[in-house]
């Protein structure tokens, strides 16, 4: 079974300023690798998927992620960040070839201070 | 594309009584729904699983008697919380998947239930 580490529970950083949500995996076979975001009392929102090809994945928002199967990671980064940025951000993984029902991780909060 | 509504955005009941919340994919057929739970800063909790015309998958631990889910037609489900109590206060979102080959899913805003 596949699982899902996000080490960070909460990220502060200055407006502008570069960020990286950090998330690890663990499965035993492939896996699909996602990023969503959560704005207060909203649902989730899709920033950008890992399914197969190139490991850099560029997704809405100006985020980006890296696939990194030797290190099992799939970090979340934006080079500049803006207030309008600070939600809730959950990293998900789901195994092909099976039931394709993503785990979350438990979640980072990005706080983005003037 | 791909938009997922659900209804009400947001409910307050009394102990004892049910609530029906309701999950419409707009723009697609969706094979597949899923209802979570969330509690304050916390993750997404599966719940269960259903599919158009069967029954729902339940997850260990959820009651299905407590939690009645109904997946209609292809384009609505209904999740059901019976008896309500303040314990079963919680943000409740559902997400529908179109049944590629990733199941991706699409969520929707989420219903906040508060059980006085």
């Known amino acids: 079974a596949q699982s899902v580490t996000q080490l960070d529970s909460q990220v502060p950083v200055f407006e502008e300023a570069p960020v990286e949500l950090r998330c690890n995996y663990s499965?035993?076979?492939?896996?699909?690798l996602f990023w969503y975001v959560q704005y207060p009392n909203q649902g989730l929102q899709l920033l950008l998927k890992?399914?197969?090809?190139?490991?850099l994945v560029k997704g809405i928002n100006g985020f980006e992620a890296e696939f990194n199967k030797s290190q099992t990671s799939f970090h979340l980064r934006k080079p500049s960040v803006h207030i309008s940025d600070t939600a809730e951000y959950f990293c998900?993984?789901?195994?092909?070839?099976?039931?394709?029902?993503?785990?979350f991780g438990r979640g980072t909060s990005l706080i983005v201070h003037p | 594309g791909a938009v997922v509504s659900q209804h009400p955005s947001w409910v307050i009941c009394k102990s004892g009584t049910s609530v029906k919340i309701e999950c419409r994919s707009l723009?697609?057929?969706?094979?597949?729904m899923f209802w979570y739970r969330q509690f304050p800063k916390q993750s997404l909790m599966l719940m269960a699983t259903?599919?158009?015309?069967?029954?729902?998958?339940?997850e260990q631990g959820v009651e299905k008697d407590k939690f009645l889910i109904n997946h209609a037609s292809l384009t609505l489900s209904t999740l059901t919380v019976t008896s309500a109590h303040p314990e079963d206060s919680s943000f409740y979102i559902c997400?529908?998947?179109?049944?590629?080959?990733?199941?991706?899913?699409?969520f929707g805003p989420g219903t906040r239930l508060t059980v006085l």
């Open positions: 997400s529908a998947s179109p049944g590629n080959s990733y199941n991706e899913q699409f």
């Open positions: 998900a993984v789901t195994e092909s070839g099976g039931s394709y029902i993503p785990t």
């Open positions: 499965s035993s076979v492939s896996v699909y």
């Open positions: 723009d697609f057929q969706a094979t597949t």
């Open positions: 259903s599919n158009e015309g069967s029954k729902a998958t339940y």
């Open positions: 890992y399914l197969s090809g190139s490991t």
